[in-house]
């Protein structure tokens, strides 16, 4: 069964760079069926998607978040990779990474399944 | 930049239907999926491909899609089935991922 861990620092310090990894187990981050995705939700409010990577280093970024977001993969790991810079207190949020379903590399689909999420709080 | 469009909250009894509408510019012409997330959990994809559902989600669990509003459907609805519900979309023109603003299910 696949599984998704994130981990990475809870706290960041606001103009400093975000940084989590999203181990990936019981399953390879190299299939072609698949993208690896981003998503964050601040505390009470909604979903929102960062970014989405396949193996090859292929991407897709939100553009709003896109100057600040940089998403790497590293297949010998079977991890994938969130940078997010110049982060303020609405950067503080649960982070959450996930399976991205691709059915074309023009034509993605749900996430499933999903980590566990990681809170990442920005202050000083 | 695409938007769908959710109501914050719906209300039902147990046993009774739930529909949740997520409206969107001929939404009809996109793939809609669907997730379910309980207070302090990740969030669980429920229906994917407008209608198609992931192994193990019950079949009481549907979608539809047309026009300008996909919907879904809890059928007989338990008192497990109160979470909070996104909707979602492949948009690949401008903002590629797209999501709802959620909808509060209460089960009365």
């Known amino acids: 069964q696949l599984q998704l861990q994130e981990s990475g620092p809870g706290l960041v310090k606001p103009s400093e760079t975000l940084s989590l990894t999203c181990t990936v187990s019981g399953g390879s981050i190299s299939s072609s069926s698949y993208y690896w995705g981003w998503i964050r939700q601040p505390p009470g409010k909604g979903l929102e998607w960062i970014g989405s990577i396949y193996y090859s280093g292929s991407t897709y970024y939100n553009p709003s978040l896109k100057s600040r977001v940089t998403i790497s993969v590293d297949t010998s790991k079977n991890q994938f990779s969130l940078k997010l810079s110049s982060v303020t207190a609405a950067d503080t949020a649960v982070y959450y990474c996930?399976?991205?379903?691709?059915?074309?590399?023009?034509?993605?689909?749900?996430?499933?399944?999903w980590g566990q999420g990681t809170l990442v709080t920005v202050s000083s | 930049s695409y938007v769908l469009t959710q109501p914050p909250s719906v209300s039902v009894a147990p046993g009774k239907t739930a529909r949740i509408t997520c409206g969107g510019n001929n939404i009809g012409s996109k793939s809609v999926h669907w997730y379910q997330q309980k207070p302090g959990q990740a969030p669980v994809l429920v229906i994917y491909?407008?209608?198609d559902r992931p192994s193990g989600i019950p079949e009481r669990f549907s979608g539809s899609n047309s026009g300008n509003t996909a919907t879904l459907t809890i059928s007989r609805v338990e008192a497990g089935d109160e979470a909070d519900y996104y909707c979602q979309v492949w948009d690949s023109s401008s903002d590629p991922v797209v999501f709802g603003g959620g909808t509060k299910l209460t089960v009365l």
């Open positions: 491909y407008d209608s």
């Open positions: 996930a399976r991205h379903l691709r059915y074309f590399d023009w034509l993605l689909g749900g996430f499933d399944p």
